[in-house]
């Protein structure tokens, strides 16, 4: 599967039991890269009161579970701007990152957005004074 993972996809087995072989593949390597996190980067998170993840939807799901599988919890979830009533994950709860500005010596801050969005996020974090942020990877 590694060898060939960028070869095939869902699409390649419609049924049967190579459809559920390829399907616990998946769910084997997902839980892999949920479990890899440097513990460096976690020995650093564990050094603050609080915890943000900054992001939305899957990446910030994603994020939260590898910092709960490491044992680090979870304070808020922060996203740029609150268009709408937004659920929290797990019963964290979501602001608008400006509104957690009160907190910001004592937090650090994750990042929970792909890689090509980091850089607007790492924007707003600076112009509103937050010093201490991270990404998983």
Known sequence: YLRM??????ESFKEGIERHLYEILIVQEYEKSLDNVDDSIIQEISKFKKVIVYG????AAETVEKLKRKGIHVDSL????MHELVKGINGIP???????????????VILGVA???RGDVIETLKRLGFMHWIALD
């Not at 979501?94 to 650090?108: A, N, P, T």
């Open 94 to 108: 979501v602001y608008q990152i400006d509104d957690l500005c009160h907190i910001k010596e004592e937090s650090m």
């Open 56 to 59: 939305a939807r899957v990446y």
């Open 78 to 81: 922060a996203i740029t701007k």
């Open 115 to 117: 890689k090509w969005n």
């Open 5 to 10: 993972k960028n070869e095939i996809n869902k």
